[in-house]
């Protein structure tokens, strides 16, 4: 590896660890709305009716053409799921670093879609039923399109205050979703003690 190619890797990886350090909290909240995996229906259900709002939320202020939250969609309709209604009026984010802030969320998701996948696959769903979202971004090629987008933002000097505003944003919208999803689909009631 030349040094100029040394100096990139090095940079996007410092800029991605920035983001990773700046966004450590909420990530480590929305982990845990899940930390048990989804190994229960009542679980994965709740986990895609949350993941279908923060989809639907991400590709308006992103600006592309509706596939994850598509994807969801399907998803909710095969298990008869209801989706969230929008909270708010979102609309395309002007700012280009802010933008890629939240493009890290998504993409940055599709890290652990390969991890829930199994869980969903545990439960009996297939990409061909009920599992299409996690399926299909597991096997995605943004997580690497965002790590080639940030490298070519770490030839800057500076660290933009946008970039990770956009990301903590995209994490507060997707705690507040898996919140809500959570409150749409309340737990099945305790058995009593024996």
């Known amino acids: 590896m ?7 890797s090095a940079d996007h990886n410092d800029l991605r660890h920035w983001l990773r350090s700046g966004t450590a909290d909420l990530h480590t909240s929305v ?3 899940f930390s048990d995996g989804l190994g229960t229906p009542h679980a994965y259900a709740r986990y895609l009716v949350g993941m279908h709002r923060f989809a639907a939320d991400y590709e308006i202020v992103v600006g592309i053409a509706p596939r ?3 994807w969801l969609s399907d998803d909710l309709r095969t298990l008869r799921l209801t989706p969230l209604p929008p909270s708010g009026i979102r609309g395309l984010l002007a700012d280009p670093d802010e933008r890629l802030g939240w493009e890290y969320v998504m993409a940055g998701s599709s890290l652990g879609a390969r991890h829930l996948l199994r869980g969903a696959q545990a439960l009996g769903h297939a990409e061909e039923h009920g ?3 996690l399926g299909r971004h597991a096997l995605g090629s ?3 399109n965002v ?3 940030l490298a070519a933002r770490a030839a800057s000097p500076t660290r933009p205050a946008a970039l990770l505003q956009g990301a903590r944003d995209a994490f507060g919208l997707v705690k507040s979703c898996f919140e809500r999803s959570f409150d749409a689909l309340p737990g099945p009631p305790q058995e009593p003690a024996v």
């Open 2 to 8: 030349n040094t100029t190619a040394r100096k990139q």
């Open 31 to 33: 982990d845990a709305c």
């Open 68 to 70: 994850f939250s598509f």
């Open 131 to 133: 599992a299409r979202f």
């Open 142 to 144: 943004e997580w690497r």
């Open 147 to 149: 790590l080639d987008r």
